[in-house]
Nanobody, 114 residues
């Protein structure tokens, strides 16, 4: 089992919301400088969605800016991705990433469809 475990994916209608969670089961990856969410749609390359440093600095891809919010709870070794106003183009497998040890989660599917 991967050290980073994602949850919260699913099927949602356009305009809806989902909140993804990623927990570091052991805690070592979370001690690194940054955590991030990536996504990969069918037939496309994996792309950065949002990133957050340990101090809380965040940045986002242009495609999700203003709709998605990344946050972290250092006490719970968990990073979140709140996704609002979802669009069909947001359909993808979402992966959690930690720069410590170049660590990836197993991914969680997000499907936006009516």
């Amino acid at each position: 089992q991967a050290q980073l475990v994602e949850s919260g994916g699913g099927l949602v209608q356009p305009g809806g919301s989902l909140k993804l969670s990623c927990t570091d089961r052991i805690g070592t990856v979370f001690r690194g400088n940054s955590m991030a969410w990536y996504r990969q749609a069918p037939g496309k390359e994996r792309e950065l969605v949002a990133r957050i440093t340990r101090s809380g600095y965040t940045d986002y891809s242009d495609a999700v800016k203003g709709r998605f919010t990344i946050s972290r709870d250092n006490a719970k070794n968990t990073v979140y991705l709140q996704m609002n106003n979802l669009k069909s183009d947001d359909t993808a497998v979402y992966y959690c990433y930690g720069n410590y040890g170049d660590s990836w989660g197993q991914g969680t599917q997000v499907t936006v469809s009516s």
